[in-house]
């Protein structure tokens, strides 16, 4: 999946904004059955409603094709631009350690350096 806004951002930094209030988040496609491919970063002094208004309008306008169930659809988006997007913070964050380990040097090897 494609993550957004962690450019130039550490594994620590991250952590760092994490315990401020930043999170993980991913707004479902909701008209198709596949999942959104996008998940955004929300720094803690950024606001949520520029992601989920997008996306919001996608599942608007995608919903002529479906008829029959286009207020459901349109409820659930509404619900999903409230309570601001699906948490992928625990998920994400274990997936950046395994990709960025910790670094352990061999202090053996630079002790007579």
Known sequence: MKTENIEGLSLFEINVLIQQGGRFVMFPNLITKLKSSTIYFIRPEEKIYKYAFKHFIKNLSNGRRTFPLKPFYISKSLFYLAIGG?????????????????????????QYV
């Open 86 to 110: 699906k948490d992928y913070t625990q998920n994400m964050l274990a997936d950046l350690k395994q990709i960025n380990p910790i670094y352990n040097p061999n202090l053996y090897c630079l």
